[in-house]
């Protein structure tokens, strides 16, 4: 099985940072695409961040592009987002995801983690 929890989430102010962490259990984690989605009361899932098997690759989404920044450690089984001048509509609950290929939708991903709420406020 693969396992992925997710933390650091929590309340910042607008224009702080935070970064994510997602530690993952099970055989496959080192070959699986890692990544994030969001979700806010009300929005669509909307996609964050992917990163590939080796790190080599990322994804962004447009609203986060230039402000936030994925990472993984393979050898710690960890996967990480870095979220700098964060802002209100970056609120939302941050799910950490694993599949077998790269993909912007959510239905992609077989492996889901229970999610961390990050607050920005203003």
Same mark, same amino acid.
């Given at each position: ?25 099970? /055989? ?9 989605? /969001? ?16 790190g080599d690759s990322t ?12 990472? /993984?450690?393979?050898?710690?089984? &960890?996967?990480?987002?870095q979220m700098n001048s964060?802002?209100?509509?970056? &609120? ?7 599949? *077998? ?6 239905? *992609? ?9 990050v607050t920005v406020s203003?």
């Amino acid at each position: 099985q693969v396992q992925l929890v997710e933390s650091g989430g929590g309340l910042v102010q607008a224009g702080g940072s935070l970064r994510l962490s997602c530690a993952a259990s099970g /055989r496959t984690f080192s070959r699986d695409v890692m990544g994030w989605f /969001r979700q806010a009361p009300g929005k669509e899932r909307e996609f964050v961040s992917a990163i590939s098997w080796s790190g080599d690759s990322t994804d962004y989404g447009d609203s986060v592009k230039d402000r936030f920044t994925i990472s /993984r450690d393979n050898a710690k089984n &960890t996967v990480y987002l870095q979220m700098n001048s964060l802002n209100a509509e970056d &609120t939302a609950v941050y799910y950490c995801v694993g599949g *077998s290929w790269f993909s912007r939708r959510g239905s *992609s991903y077989g492996y889901w983690g229970q999610g961390t709420q990050v607050t920005v406020s203003s």
